[in-house]
């Protein structure tokens, strides 16, 4: 009768530890999700902060694209005022269509590639997409892996009894970046 009871006993306490090494891992995927967040976030701000420069450099060329330019700075504002997550992803997305659109109509005027500051401007944009693109991968990973962790079997009985929820957001690219942007004049 001991020998079954330290046997059962035994066995809680393995599936104790077992449930709490689980608990500890899906606590730690789950605040890995909000950092990369952040790390999006931290290079999104530096593009925000990078347009009105460049928009200021493109007007003074061509005036005449006024409409591209007004669709730049709305799109910056968008992501300004984005509320969630959600929101600032739809914002940042649009952004990057127009400012590739305005990167085509750049190359329409040799005057500003020629222009220094517009150089400068351009390399740190170029830079700073880069790093969009490496911590937008960096945050579908983790969120990716958080969400292999939580829909996992056996782990996902842990999940369940604590709450852990999938993270649903993914960061996409836009659909219609799939297709290069057409400038007429």
Do not use: C
Request: avoid cysteine; glycine fraction near 8%; charged fraction near 25%.
């Amino acid at each position: 009768m001991k020998k079954g009871l330290l046997i059962v006993l035994g066995v809680v306490v393995l599936v104790g530890l077992w449930a709490g090494s689980v608990y500890n891992k899906l606590v730690n995927s789950s605040e890995a999700v909000p950092a990369a967040w952040g790390q999006v976030e931290t290079v999104l701000q530096r593009r925000y902060d990078l347009i009105p420069n460049l928009v200021n450099t493109v007007k003074g060329y061509a005036k005449h694209e006024k409409d591209l330019l007004t669709e730049v700075t709305r799109l910056r504002s968008q992501w300004g005022e984005a509320k969630n997550q959600g929101q600032k992803m739809a914002a940042s997305t649009g952004l990057e269509s127009a400012l590739s659109k305005l990167m085509v109509v750049v190359e329409q005027y040799p005057q500003i590639k020629a222009n220094e500051n517009f150089i400068r401007l351009q390399d740190e944009l170029a830079g700073t997409e880069n790093r969009i693109s490496v911590e937008r991968m960096r945050y579908n990973e983790t969120v990716n892996a958080y969400n292999v962790t939580v829909r996992g079997f056996p782990t996902n009985m842990v999940a369940n009894m604590f709450g852990f929820k999938k993270a649903e957001n993914y960061y996409e690219g836009e659909k219609a970046a799939q297709q290069a942007p057409k400038v007429e004049f």
